[in-house]
T-cell receptor, first 111, second 114 residues
Framework: QQQVKQSPQSLIVQKGGISIINCAYE??????FPWYQQFPGKGPALLIA???DVSEKKEGRFTISFNKSAKQFSLHIMDSQPGDSATYFC??????????WGAGTKLIIKP | DAGITQSPRHKVTETGTPVTLRCHQT?????MYWYRQDPGHGLRLIHY???????DKGEVSDGYSVSRSKTEDFLLTLESATSSQTSVYFC?????????????FGPGTRLTVL
C-alpha cells in the first residue's frame, strides 16, 4: 500500500514535443504529490507539486494532472527542450512527514 | 537553496571499515532525512530525524545508524561497510515554515565500498 509506481523508466522526446510521465499510488491517505527533477551529479530539486483537492496545476511549461479516483498523477512537459533532459521522480506523502518515491524516469530530449 | 551541505562528497573505503557521513544545515529546520539512491530504486529512506536526539528508522535502515546532537548536524554511520552499501547518499530537510512535506536535498555523497 505504500508503493508509488512510475512509468516509463526512460523516455526520448523530440525537441518541442510533449513529455509525459505517469505515476500511480495505492494509499488513499496520501495528500501531497510532488515531482522532482535531478541532473547528473546533483541532488533532486522540487519541480512542482499538487494536492488532491485540485485536478491540475500548471507552472510554466510543467503541468501536473491528478486523477483522484484512479489514484494516478502525471507530469506533462510542454515544448520540451534539451535542457529538460534529466531524471524525474514522482513522490507521494501524507501526515507522517515522509515521502514515498517512484523509481524515476530518465528523460532525453533530442534536438 | 536550503543551505544544506554534505561531507565528504566522495569516499572510497574498504569492506568492514566504519564510515560516517555528515549533513549540515544552516537554517534550524526540524526534520532531516537520509536517503540512498540506487539505479532502478529511486530514493529509499534510511533514517530520519524530527529533532535533536529524536530519530526513527526508514525502509532500509539495517546496517546504518544515525545521530543528531545538534539541530544543524545529522550524521549517518555505517558501522561496518559492505559492498551492498555502495551508493549515492542524499540528505534532505523539510522546511519548518512549509505546510506540506516539501523536502529539499543536499548535493549528495558518492560512497564506494571495495
Amino acid at each position: 500500500q505504500q508503493q508509488v509506481k512510475q512509468s516509463p523508466q526512460s523516455l526520448i522526446v523530440q525537441k518541442g514535443g510533449i513529455s509525459i510521465i505517469n505515476c500511480a499510488y495505492e494509499n488513499t491517505a496520501f495528500d501531497y504529490f510532488p515531482w522532482y527533477q535531478q541532473f547528473p551529479g546533483k541532488g533532486p530539486a522540487l519541480l512542482i507539486a499538487i494536492r488532491p483537492d485540485v485536478s491540475e496545476k500548471k507552472e510554466g511549461r510543467f503541468t501536473i494532472s491528478f486523477n483522484k479516483s484512479a489514484k494516478q498523477f502525471s507530469l506533462h512537459i510542454m515544448d520540451s527542450q534539451p535542457g529538460d533532459s534529466a531524471t524525474y521522480f514522482c513522490a507521494a506523502g501524507g501526515s507522517n512527514y515522509q515521502l514515498i518515491w517512484g523509481a524515476g524516469t530518465k528523460l532525453i530530449i533530442k534536438p | 537553496d536550503a543551505g544544506i551541505t554534505q561531507s565528504p562528497r566522495h569516499k572510497v573505503t574498504e569492506t568492514g571499515t566504519p564510515v560516517t557521513l555528515r549533513c549540515h544545515q544552516t537554517e534550524n529546520h526540524r526534520y532531516m532525512y537520509w536517503y540512498r539512491q540506487d539505479p532502478g530504486h529511486g530514493l529509499r529512506l534510511i533514517h530520519y530525524s524530527y529533532g535533536v536526539k529524536d530519530t526513527d528508522k526508514g525502509e532500509v535502515s539495517d546496517g546504518y545508524s544515525v545521530s543528531r546532537s545538534k539541530t544543524e548536524d545529522f550524521l549517518l554511520t555505517l558501522e561496518s561497510a559492505t559492498s551492498s552499501q555502495t551508493s549515492v547518499y542524499f540528505c534532505a530537510i523539510r522546511m519548518n515554515q512549509h505546510l506540506y512535506n516539501e523536502q529539499f536535498f543536499g548535493p549528495g555523497t558518492r560512497l564506494t565500498v571495495l
